[in-house]
């Protein structure tokens, strides 16, 4: 049950409330910079655990149920904060980045929710490419947004606005997979739509 696997799983669980206490002092790069840091060791493990349960064939029961809420979990995490310090504002449309971050929220819930319910039906429904793709530009947009703050310095002036460089990078991103989290939020709803009466 606790193979190295699941226990890398478990320790980004277990990182979380390390990661929220230093994503919730804007204005501190040093926290920021270390909270990407970390943000990125999280990925990575992320990465490995998968690796390392298929290669050495340790994928458990409790590795599957873990993962996927570790992800989940991980994500809301970045956003909620990220939202509650007002990170999430930008050039243009201020505040409405949030609508990108809470369209991702709502995706991973009803997405969690359908997977229970068609698991309980024995249905199985694989990862997509697409979706893989939906997780690289949320991964990609929410350390963009954790490393501007930690590199407040790097600024370029576009269209006579001073803008952050990494944090610009992590708005179009976070746009880019809330256009596919719909995409494949509805994918999985059409699926799922087979198996309601």
């Not at 340790?58 to 809301?76: E, N, Q, R, T, W």
């Not at 429904?125 to 793709?133: E, F, Q, R």
């Not at 803008?163 to 708005?171: E, T």
């Not at 997979?177 to 059409?190: C, H, K, M, N, S």
Request: proline share 4%; with cysteine; glycine share 12%.
């Amino acid at each position: 049950m606790w193979t190295l696997p699941n226990i890398l799983t478990l320790s980004r669980i277990l990182t979380l409330p390390l990661l929220g206490f230093l994503l919730w002092w804007p204005g501190w790069a040093l926290g920021y910079l270390c909270a990407f840091a970390l943000y990125c060791l999280m990925g990575i493990t992320d990465y490995f655990d998968g690796l390392l349960a298929r290669s050495s064939g340790a994928v458990s029961k409790l590795g599957i149920f873990l993962d996927p809420i570790a992800d989940k979990i991980m994500v809301a995490t970045v956003i909620l904060v990220l939202a509650a310090q007002g990170i999430l504002r930008g050039p243009y449309v201020g505040d409405a980045h949030v609508i990108a971050g809470l369209i991702i929220l709502i995706r991973e819930i009803a997405v969690s929710g359908l997977r229970e319910f068609l698991g309980e039906l024995q249905v199985s429904v694989p990862v997509s490419k697409l979706a893989k793709w939906k997780t690289t530009f949320q991964l990609v947009s929410l350390g963009a947004l954790i490393l501007g703050q930690g590199l407040p310095g790097w600024n370029l002036m576009m269209a006579g606005v001073e803008h952050n460089v990494p944090h610009l990078v992590g708005l179009v991103t976070l746009w880019g997979a809330a256009i596919l989290t719909v995409i494949t939020g509805w994918d999985y709803l059409r699926v799922g739509l087979k198996y309601m009466d």
